[in-house]
């Protein structure tokens, strides 16, 4: 990890989890911690195999939306890259997930503890 200055509010002297990112020191920057450096192409494209390739949400196919899935942090930790803690989600669906975090948590720990999910 180098020091640098964060892009967003130019806060100094932290170490950053990639160079010329974002700090997480910041009100300006909370939602904006970068993932770490090991969650990276290929562990999204295990989630996405393991999901299907579907939004686990509204069942879209990648192929249908034209576009690779995001994947999703359950806990919305973003350091928190445990398989059982990511999911499958379209644009769409993703976006609807980052409001009203508490409902999502509960769907998504109903999803997890389902049947046959993972």
């Known amino acids: 990890m180098k020091d640098s200055s964060c892009r967003l509010c130019l806060f100094q002297g932290l170490p950053l989890l990639i160079k010329g990112e974002y700090c997480f020191t910041n009100k300006c920057c909370f939602n904006r911690i970068v ?30 939306n034209g576009y690779r899935l995001d994947v999703h942090h359950f806990d919305y930790d973003k350091m928190n890259k445990d398989e059982k803690n990511l999911i499958s989600l379209c644009h769409s669906c993703h976006k609807k997930v980052n409001f009203n975090k508490k409902k999502w948590m509960r769907f998504f720990d109903n999803l997890r503890d389902g049947e046959g999910y993972f």
Do not use: T
């Open 35 to 64: 993932h770490p450096v090991d969650f990276d192409f290929e562990l999204k494209e295990a989630i996405r195999d393991r999901d299907g390739r579907k939004c686990r949400i509204c069942d879209k196919s990648e192929e249908k």
